[in-house]
């Protein structure tokens, strides 16, 4: 079974542009989660898409948001890019329904966006 | 709000010591605990899952203990080996309207030489 795939892996943006961010989660996986990975910050939970609705969101700016398709796969953006948004931005999934390893989560490589 | 501490933040060790990673957490109120592995610039390899019913899981080397009630994780590695040099790091699941939000600690850097 193929893993979690994230495009692209690598973006150098400036300050003030708009990205788009991409996640396929593993097949059968509904629940796709986001977070971003910082030196100082650690890792964070930006928010999560479960069939196509947020169910859950962290403490970002309005600037972040996402969306998730009928097949699973979802997008984030950040809109007018600080230099602060420069991370290593990681997507996850998982089964997210109640059984013994519910919410078992498997993590992509993730996307290393440079804001300039 | 839950918090999630790791201890010591670096280790460095020789080839073939058995060590143990440490994580505590404020709110016992957990659904369950990850172990995950990073390597530099990658993503996070998951390696053990314990349900807030279980007190341990074991893989290969790696056994993982929890104690819900004193809010506490450990990561046993046996006999470490130099491909065991990441980071690791332990995550948290509160359950209920959580759904897909865990909650990090700030990661362990291991160091093993040979």
Same mark, same amino acid.
């Given at each position: 079974k193929?893993?979690? !795939?994230? !495009? %692209?892996?690598? $973006?150098?943006?400036? /300050?003030? =542009?708009?990205?788009? $961010?991409?996640?396929?989660?593993?097949?059968?996986?509904?629940?796709?989660?986001?977070? =971003?990975?910082? %030196?100082? =910050?650690?890792?964070?939970? $930006?928010?999560?898409?479960?069939?196509?609705?947020?169910? @859950?969101?962290? @403490?970002?700016?309005?600037?972040?948001?996402?969306?998730?398709?009928?097949?699973?796969?979802?997008?984030?953006?950040?809109?007018? &890019?600080? &230099?602060?948004?420069?991370?290593?931005?990681?997507?996850a999934s998982s089964l997210s329904y109640r059984g013994a390893r519910s919410y078992e989560q498997y993590f992509g490589p993730g996307t290393r966006l440079t804001v300039t | 709000k839950q918090e999630v501490t790791q201890i010591p933040a670096a280790l460095s060790v020789p080839e073939g010591e058995n060590l143990v990673l440490n994580c505590s957490f404020t709110d016992s109120a957990i659904y369950n605990l990850q172990w995950f592995r990073q390597d530099p610039g990658k993503?996070? !390899?998951?390696?053990?899952?314990?349900?807030?019913?279980? /007190?341990?899981?074991?893989?290969?080397?790696?056994?993982?203990?929890?104690?819900?009630?004193?809010?506490?994780? !450990? &990561?046993?590695i046996a006999a470490s080996q130099p491909g065991d040099s990441a980071t690791y790091l332990c995550a948290v699941h509160a359950g209920g309207t959580s759904y897909g939000k865990l909650t990090f600690g700030q990661g362990t850097i291991l160091t093993v030489h040979p």
């Open positions: 193929a893993g979690v !795939t994230q !495009t %692209p892996r690598y $973006l150098i943006k400036t /300050r003030g =542009q708009q990205v788009t $961010l991409s996640c396929s989660p593993i097949s059968g996986h509904r629940s796709v989660s986001w977070y =971003q990975q910082t %030196p100082g =910050q650690g890792l964070q939970f $930006l928010f999560e898409y479960f069939s196509e609705t947020q169910r @859950n969101k962290g @403490n970002f700016p309005g600037r972040f948001s996402g969306r998730q398709f009928s097949n699973s796969r979802s997008e984030m953006n950040v809109s007018t &890019l600080e &230099l602060g948004d420069s991370a290593l931005y990681l997507c | 993503g996070l !390899t998951s390696l053990l899952l314990i349900q807030s019913s279980q /007190r341990e899981q074991t893989s290969g080397r790696l056994n993982a203990s929890l104690d819900k009630s004193s809010g506490r994780s !450990t &990561l046993y």
